[in-house]
């Protein structure tokens, strides 16, 4: 049995998964939101990026999210996945003007 724990998600303000399947991970990244009370969003990063950039708005407007946790598949799983996540959280900070740490952070490594 692997225990899987993440600081991020308990750190975070709300969580956004990032799938193209389902995985072991996501599973567990959403199990441990719901445990932690944190709001989740799972969408698909290939869908088109204006549905897309409208869920993401709605959620962190929703929610008051000010520290954003991204997770998803690995590139290696779902190539093109980093260059379309990355794309679609500039949109959303572009349109979040009054969350600058939010921006400031989202795609620290």
């Known amino acids: 049995m692997r225990l899987y724990f993440s600081p991020t998600v308990i750190e975070a303000d709300g969580t956004v998964i990032f799938e193209c399947k389902k995985s072991a991970g996501s599973i567990q990244t959403s199990r441990l939101c719901i445990k932690h009370h944190k709001p989740v969003l799972k969408i698909h990063p290939f869908d088109d990026q204006l549905h897309n950039l409208t869920l993401l708005s709605q959620f ?50």
């Open 60 to 109: 962190v407007l929703d929610n008051n999210i000010r520290v954003l946790n991204l997770a998803g598949h690995r590139e290696s799983v779902a190539p093109g996945i980093a260059k379309e996540v990355a794309t679609q959280i500039h949109l959303l900070c572009s349109q979040q003007q009054q969350s600058p740490f939010l921006c400031q952070h989202a795609l620290r490594r």
